[in-house]
């Protein structure tokens, strides 16, 4: 069985006159009046549109920005567990991380002090920035 729109009417009928014409959504012959569509929803779709990518658009940033933290985090995590320690860290204690001035001997470039820049006696020219060992071996940038 196929399906005719002209299955129901009389094959009589000339090919430019539709059976029943109410039933179509356009025109049918060129006396009918134009179908403009409905450019009302346009504003509506414009509107969407640009909330629909201002929405992305934040959601990419904040993931970018909390790629770029990760980044950041895992850089200092890298260099920390690189550097030279003379001591068992305690989680939730701070350290300060230092950059060697001289090269002796070691190829650590970097040593983890109990000891802040302030308390020093050497001062703080070496001094790369303090950090907290989390609960779970991560360190923090204080």
Same mark, same amino acid.
């Given at each position: 069985? *196929?399906?005719?729109?002209?299955?129901?009417?009389?094959?009589?009928?000339?090919?430019?006159?539709?059976?029943?014409?109410?039933?179509?959504?356009?025109?049918?012959?060129? $006396?009918?009046?134009?179908? /403009?569509?409905?450019?009302?929803?346009? $504003?509506? /779709? %414009?509107?969407?549109?640009?909330? @629909?990518?201002? %929405?992305?658009?934040?959601?990419?940033? +904040?993931?970018k920005?909390?790629?770029?933290?990760?980044?950041?985090? =895992?850089?200092?995590?890298?260099?920390? =567990?690189? @550097?030279? =320690?003379?001591l /068992?860290?305690?989680?939730?204690?701070?350290?300060?991380?230092?950059?060697?001035?001289?090269?002796?001997? *070691?190829?650590?470039?970097?040593?983890?002090?109990?000891?802040?820049?302030?308390?020093?006696?050497?001062?703080?020219?070496?001094?790369? $920035?303090? =950090?907290?060992?989390?609960? +779970?071996?991560?360190?923090e /940038?204080?």
């Amino acid at each position: 069985m *196929t399906c005719d729109h002209a299955s129901n009417s009389d094959d009589s009928l000339p090919d430019n006159v539709v059976p029943n014409p109410h039933s179509l959504p356009y025109a049918s012959n060129i $006396g009918a009046p134009i179908i /403009k569509p409905d450019h009302s929803l346009s $504003g509506w /779709k %414009h509107g969407a549109v640009h909330d @629909a990518n201002k %929405h992305f658009e934040d959601k990419f940033n +904040d993931l970018k920005m909390q790629f770029e933290n990760l980044a950041e985090e =895992f850089k200092w995590n890298e260099i920390i =567990f690189n @550097a030279e =320690f003379r001591l /068992k860290p305690v989680i939730g204690q701070i350290y300060h991380l230092y950059k060697r001035s001289i090269n002796i001997s *070691t190829s650590n470039k970097h040593y983890i002090s109990l000891f802040a820049p302030e308390e020093r006696v050497g001062g703080s020219d070496d001094f790369v $920035g303090s =950090f907290r060992l989390n609960y +779970d071996n991560r360190w923090e /940038k204080i």
